[in-house]
């Protein structure tokens, strides 16, 4: 025993960063990657469990200690094949996957210390296959000749596209934008998120034979209805739960208040930063707030910095223990220079002559019974107001499903939130549709909107079999 | 990629696009409008669907130059390829027969109001148009409007064409002559045009549909750019409207909206004049 402790080495192998100075002023990834080297030493790390406890953390159930196994012999290629066995997004779910919440916690040695850096890892094979051109061209299944319709190319609609490809059906994408990705593309920023890695992911899943089409709005340009009498067998649903929510207070619509879709679509879909080399402008003030907690604020506010606010405040209503961000992007956001004002929340914009705003009177909260999430609900402590002297405001309160595709689907049920019903393996109330990802689920993470489509597929092929 | 087979120009800053894009012009309803983006560095913007052609998978767009985004459009030709055109997008108008209706564009408005105007006409409803621009120059498709309206009435503001008048002037006299008899008004233009319209219509209480022209970014409900005030409540014009009961409209608020850009806009629009003035001049394109 105590051979085996001394051997074991709890400290995680850092993974080098761009300091805080540079990258406030770039939109380059933070992150750099491990080299060769440092994934070997951390991979050495990994105990490989016969019953790795890691495996059942992770949504899509990657074989975690056999990749990495492969990454101690230097062999990164047998090590892709593994992940890419169950992950079709590697690259994707290696940088923004809350590995601390899923894989990570689980393994063993977080009882000890810090736990394998599984997501280092996973991302550090995806960016080898990236620098050495593909490798892994998996097994196709022969044509069944059934054909699926899968709407929006998020990370719900690519896994359920890519699964169905491979087992051998033919598969449409449609996207109602002009680049597939979906919050991976016009949400997360190139700093976190290159877009370089997420257009790899997607020219992965289109070499499998999906086809994927653009401009295509489901529930204007085409129905569901007509799909599936249009020779589509089945069609999945992964569009996302991208409808901006308002904080409902005096001021809300004064110019220079922006949801966080809005900010981050003009900043990452259309580049506003490299304005005017690209057409679409952005106007971020010298003073900015960004409402709410959550990693969409902190990708906002650090998004600000970039684009040259002296300061980003981020209101919170709760207290730091409660915001629902990863520890690392807090950390992150709170290096670049980000101010954290918990305790608070907006109860006015003020604006000036111009319709601009100005200004925000806030009061502060504090945190009293918990609430039916469980954690103590915010109530304003009376008297406490102040003014906040902004001229940018960003809401990231979160995001309600859009209703464009149940508005115009008859037979599909939705909760009284306006997502999707539907079972553990995605099936609607509707026959023939599936559904999955924040579309069901309401706001969740890239992961497990890709486990959701991988059910789906399962379910879908079985479906398909049994027609 | 979706090519332009066929381009005119309606005035001097007035112009035609008919594009390929059979997706949207299968399913396209008079009232609705796409997002196009001419090149990956483009900006995405809305434009009305003017008239479509289904068996010829084409959809025609009439617009004003007024910034970087439209005059470069302006300056594309018949095999030109824009890179994105989505939709159809918003809502179609609300076509039946309601009696006797008033249709009225403004400057590049007649270009939507055309087709709201000739559905009306063939849902049986007695169609009065009023169309009107700041000049003779800026009017197009009066001969079109003619044919779907039992009448027709032209103002220029300067009166170099028609009747020297905004069209809030022929409005007024309508209303006082039998504002009873109109069971619903359309207005689409300028902003403040229709801003104007409503003013005059709400004493009588007829129902006015405005069309807006808020700033987009995806036209599909996922940003809240286009969001107007309607008496309080919040709607994103791309995917509730883009028609709305003109008398909920919190024109101020819109108004104010469309400048927020303003800077940035005159910006782009002199890099883009620099950079082309000396090619436009050779005779080639941009
Ligand atoms: C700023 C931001 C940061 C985030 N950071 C993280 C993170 O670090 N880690 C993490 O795990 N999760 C993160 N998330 C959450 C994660 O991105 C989502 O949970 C995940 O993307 C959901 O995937 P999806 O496939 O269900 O939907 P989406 O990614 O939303 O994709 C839906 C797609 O469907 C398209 N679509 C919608 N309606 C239609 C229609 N009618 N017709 C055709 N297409 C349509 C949309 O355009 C979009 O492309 C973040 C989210 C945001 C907004
Ligand atoms: C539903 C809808 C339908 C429209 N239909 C037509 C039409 O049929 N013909 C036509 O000529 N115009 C139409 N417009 C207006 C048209 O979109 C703008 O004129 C165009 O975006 C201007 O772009 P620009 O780069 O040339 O000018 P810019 O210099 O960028 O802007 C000039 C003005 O146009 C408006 N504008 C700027 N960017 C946008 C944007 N992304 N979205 C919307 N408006 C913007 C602003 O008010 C701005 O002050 C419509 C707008 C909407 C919302
Ligand atoms: S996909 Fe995410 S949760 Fe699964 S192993 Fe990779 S990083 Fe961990
Ligand atoms: S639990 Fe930890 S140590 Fe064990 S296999 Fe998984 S990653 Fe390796
Ligand atoms: S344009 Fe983005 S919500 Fe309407």
Redesign the interface.
Known sequence: MEERRKKLNLNRVPMPKQPPETRRLNFEEVALGYTDDLARLEAERCLECKKPTCVRGCPVMVDIPDFIGEIKKGNPEGALKIIKNKNSLPGICGRVCPQELQCEKQCILAKKGAPVAIGRLERYVADWELHNGRRSIPEIAPSSGRRVAVVGSGPAGLTCAADLARMGHSVTIFE???VAGGVLV?GIPEFRLPKRIVQAEVAYVASLGVEIR????VG???QVDELLSDGYDAVFLGIGA???I?LDVPG??L??I??A??FL??INL??AY????????I?VGRRVAVIGGGNVAMDASRCAVRMGAQEVFVVYRRSEKEMPARHEEIENAQEEGVIFKVLTTPVRFIGDE??WVRAMECVQMELGDPDESGRRRPVPKPGSEFILEVDTVIMSLGNSP???VPQNTPGLETTRWGTIVADENGRTSKRGVWAGGDIVTGAATVISAMGAGKRAALDIDAYLKAL | MFKIVDKKTLSPSTKLVVVRAPHVAKRARPGQFVMIQIDESGERIPLTIADFDRRAGTVTMIFQEVGKTTMHLGTLRPGDELFAVAGPLGHPSEIALYGKVLCIGGGVGIAPIFPIARALKEAGNTVLSIIGARTKDLLFWEDRMASVSDELIICTDDGSYGRKAVVTQPLQEILMKEASNIARIWAIGPAVMMKFVCKATEPYGIPTIVSLNTIMVDGTGMCGSCRVDLKGETKFVCVDGPEFDGHLVNWENLLMRLCIYREEEQLALNRWLETTQGVIAAGGKA
């Open positions: 109602a934008l002009h016009y653009l401009d295509a709005i204007r340009t085409v991208g409808a901006p308002f809300k619509n110019n220079g922006y949801s879709n809005e679509t003009r259309m580049k490299l304005f005017p080399e690209y057409d679409t402008p106007k111009h319709g859009n209703p464009l």
